[in-house]
């Protein structure tokens, strides 16, 4: 069954601490793998795709990596504004829909 | 910037009652989406509608829902006598192409229904 997991549920951050948010899944076959940011109340917003493994992608603060079995989005330097859930989905092959991970809860501190 | 428009951004309805969630998804997409948001729990596909007909629809999507596009620019899901567990937040979304460039799909900002 294809299948997302995102870790970890829920993560607080000092401003300009660090750190990597892990997607892992488990598709039949990968068409490719999405990142979605989702402030409360609000719809889902893009990010990036990735579809290769090896495959990066930068926009400000956010770099999202793929491997086979896993995607990391790395925030370098957060800022209190990037505070929100990232939301992980991938797209299996023949099919249209994304299967979504249930996130990961970031907060940062000033 | 082009955006997914949904209205209205919240419904209240009785047990029983139909509702019609309307989309405006973005002018030059192909493909339309509606997913949906249980408080808490993760995004779930629901229906995607390509070439005026269903592409592919979840175990969810029974035969209380449905979807139209009803003209060039409108989508729209309707679902016939509705339960309290389809309390949700229903998201509207579309993409230029299933595959590679332009696949990406973007959301509306969502309709939250609460049924009573």
């Known amino acids: 069954e294809d299948q997302v997991t995102q870790s970890p549920e829920a993560l607080r951050l000092q401003e300009g601490e660090s750190s990597s948010l892990n997607c892992s899944y488990t598709?039949?076959?990968?068409?490719?793998l999405f990142w979605y940011r989702q402030d409360p109340g609000k719809g889902p917003e893009f990010l990036f795709t990735?579809?290769?493994a090896g495959e990066e992608k930068e926009k400000e603060r956010l770099k999202a990596t793929l491997t086979k079995k896993e995607s990391f989005l790395h925030i370098t330097a957060p800022k209190p504004e990037d505070s929100a859930t990232y939301l992980c989905?991938?797209?299996?092959?023949?099919?249209?829909?994304?299967?979504f991970g249930t996130g990961t809860r970031l907060q940062v501190f000033p | 910037e082009p955006e997914v428009t949904q209205t209205p951004s919240h419904q209240v309805t009785q047990m029983g009652q139909e509702v019609i969630l309307r989309c405006v998804p973005i002018s030059n997409h192909l493909y339309f989406y509606w997913y949906r948001q249980i408080l808490g729990q993760k995004v779930e596909f629901l229906v995607s509608f390509y070439n005026n007909e269903i592409s592919e629809k979840s175990e969810i999507f029974d035969d209380q829902f449905s979807v139209e596009r009803p003209d060039g620019s409108n989508f729209t899901l309707k679902i016939r006598s509705t339960k309290l567990e389809d309390s949700a937040m229903y998201f509207c979304?579309?993409?230029?192409?299933?595959?590679?460039?332009?696949?990406?799909?973007?959301f509306g900002q969502g309709t939250r229904l609460t049924v009573v």
């Open positions: 990735l579809y290769s």
């Open positions: 979304a579309s993409r230029t192409f299933r595959d590679r460039v332009g696949a990406e799909a973007f």
């Open positions: 598709v039949s076959g990968l068409r490719g």
């Open positions: 989905a991938v797209q299996p092959y023949n099919t249209d829909k994304l299967i």
